[in-house]
C-alpha cells in the first residue's frame, strides 16, 4: 500500500509528557546542528517532518498537530535567535513545496505557488507552520542551508549543494529517524588549490 492510497487518520491529542519529549528531543537536535552548520543572519533553515512517524506509525498515515506543534515550539526560537528563516517542507501531495515568511520569499525572489497545507495534504508541520508565521507563502523550491529531516521526508532537493550529514547525539525524534544535514561550498580548482577552512 503506497502513501496515495492509505487511509489518512488524525491522531489523538498527545499527552504532555510525550509533547514535553519531542520538544526537548527538538531542541537537543537544532542545538547541536545550530552549532556546526555555520549559519549566518538570512540563511534558511529546511525542516521536513513526518507527525506519523513521530508517532509510530507509517509517513502519511496519522498526522498529530500535537507532535507538529512540538517541533515548532522547540525549533522556531533557536532559529529567530539566530536570524535564520525556518522553512517548512510539504508532504509529496503538494509536490514537496515548502512554506516561508513572505519576506523571505521576496529576498531570495522565490517562485510563489498556490497552496494551502493541512494535515493530510502538506503535512501537519507545514499546517503548523503555515499558521504560525506573520505572513506565510507556499514556494516551489529554496536554497536551504542546512535542515532537518523527520522521518524520511527527504529535503536534500532544498539544500544548496554540497549537502553534508551531520551526526549528533540522538538520532530520532519520537519513533522517527532523523537526519540533519548543512552545506558547504563545492571545491572548486583541483590538486593546486587552496581551500578555506572556515568554509568547510
Same mark, same amino acid.
Given at each position: 500500500?503506497?502513501?496515495?492510497?492509505?487511509?489518512?487518520?488524525?491522531?489523538?491529542?498527545?499527552?504532555?509528557?510525550?509533547?514535553?519529549?519531542?520538544?526537548?528531543?527538538?531542541?537537543?537536535?537544532?542545538?547541536?546542528?545550530?552549532?556546526?552548520?555555520?549559519?549566518?543572519?538570512?540563511?534558511?533553515?529546511?525542516?521536513?517532518?513526518?507527525?506519523?512517524?513521530?508517532?509510530?506509525?507509517?509517513?502519511?498515515?496519522?498526522?498529530?498537530?500535537?507532535?507538529?506543534?512540538?517541533?515548532?515550539?522547540?525549533?522556531?526560537?533557536?532559529?529567530?535567535?539566530? !536570524?535564520?528563516?525556518? /522553512?517548512?517542507?510539504?508532504?509529496?501531495? =503538494?509536490?514537496? $513545496? %515548502?512554506? @516561508? *515568511?513572505?519576506?523571505? &520569499?521576496?529576498?531570495?525572489?522565490?517562485?510563489?505557488?498556490?497552496?494551502?497545507?493541512?494535515?493530510?495534504? !502538506?503535512?501537519?508541520? /507545514?499546517?503548523?507552520?503555515?499558521?504560525? =508565521?506573520?505572513? $506565510? %507563502?507556499? @514556494? *516551489?523550491?529554496?536554497? &536551504?542551508?542546512?535542515?532537518?529531516?523527520?522521518?524520511?521526508?527527504?529535503?536534500?532537493?532544498?539544500?544548496?549543494?554540497?549537502?553534508?550529514?551531520?551526526?549528533?547525539?540522538?538520532?530520532?525524534?519520537?519513533?522517527?529517524?532523523?537526519?540533519?544535514?548543512?552545506?558547504?561550498?563545492?571545491?572548486?580548482?583541483?590538486?593546486?588549490?587552496?581551500?578555506?577552512?572556515?568554509?568547510?
Amino acid at each position: 500500500m503506497n502513501e496515495m492510497t492509505m487511509e489518512k487518520k488524525t491522531a489523538e491529542a498527545l499527552s504532555s509528557e510525550m509533547y514535553e519529549m519531542i520538544k526537548s528531543q527538538c531542541e537537543t537536535a537544532i542545538n547541536e546542528l545550530l552549532a556546526v552548520a555555520k549559519l549566518e543572519k538570512g540563511d534558511i533553515f529546511v525542516i521536513g517532518c513526518s507527525s506519523s512517524e513521530i508517532c509510530g506509525k507509517r509517513i502519511g498515515s496519522f498526522s498529530s498537530m500535537d507532535a507538529a506543534k512540538a517541533v515548532y515550539d522547540a525549533v522556531a526560537p533557536a532559529l529567530k535567535e539566530k !536570524g535564520v528563516y525556518l /522553512a517548512a517542507q510539504c508532504c509529496e501531495h =503538494l509536490n514537496r $513545496a %515548502v512554506i @516561508v *515568511e513572505k519576506e523571505c &520569499a521576496r529576498l531570495y525572489r522565490l517562485t510563489e505557488v498556490n497552496a494551502i497545507p493541512h494535515a493530510h495534504a !502538506g503535512g501537519a508541520f /507545514a499546517t503548523t507552520v503555515y499558521n504560525s =508565521l506573520d505572513c $506565510a %507563502v507556499a @514556494v *516551489e523550491s529554496i536554497p &536551504a542551508s542546512a535542515g532537518m529531516d523527520i522521518g524520511n521526508t527527504l529535503i536534500g532537493m532544498h539544500i544548496i549543494p554540497v549537502c553534508v550529514p551531520v551526526r549528533v547525539s540522538i538520532d530520532k525524534i519520537g519513533e522517527a529517524r532523523l537526519v540533519l544535514a548543512r552545506r558547504r561550498p563545492k571545491f572548486v580548482g583541483g590538486q593546486r588549490a587552496i581551500y578555506d577552512p572556515k568554509l568547510m
